[in-house]
């Protein structure tokens, strides 16, 4: 099975507020973590990624934090703007192999 | 730079049919990578090439599924017969070695 998961399926955000999406992961030995956007119609988009010798990059308007003692991963988007609506996928590799997608989560910002 | 190419965006055929889909990745990309994404999950991966080279086809239904990367630049998957079950978008990303994947906007297939 699935060893990445989103613990919420969909998430409803203020226009101007903070985001957080939540991602578990079962593989103790991956060891490279991405964050990818789906706009409908489009593919996904890659937005940041860490690895797991870190627990926290940042990058524009967007952090992920690692906690591998939890096995949790989570995307944090500051100041949510109406293209920020979206699926967010993470995605893990174990061992510079297959790409793993988890569910999703569609995140609407509310104006 | 152009991103990932895919056409045609959508397909609609009666099951059965045969059908096609073509992908052109970034230049100098020599990682491609096919991907069936079903409606409300992630994507999950058919087959991976290097250069011209299948070198992670498990996930590929080799009964009706094949795919080719000839000249290691464009690939095209095929799948013939399609089934029902086959409605997905089907996805193509490419990458330098095992570096980032960029994707294309993929092609919607619905199976009548």
New interface residues.
Partial sequence: GES?GLHLPTLSVQEGDNSIINCAYSNSASDYF?W?KQES??????II?IRSNMDKRQGQRVTVLLNKTVKHLSLQIAATQPGDSAVY?C?E?VR????T????TRLTIIP | EAG?VQSPRYKIIEKKQPVAFWCNPISGHNTL?WYRQNL??????LI?YENEEAV?DSQLPKDRFSAERLKGVDSTLKIQPAELGDSAVY?C?SSMF?D???????TRLTVL
């Fill in positions: 990445v991405i990818y119609g489009k593919g996904p988009q890659f990624d996928f995605a590799i510079n192999e297959k790409l997608f988890g569910t999703g | 990932v990578y409300g999950q992630g994507p999950e991966l991976r992670d996805l990303a095992t980032t994947q960029y994707f294309g906007p993929g």
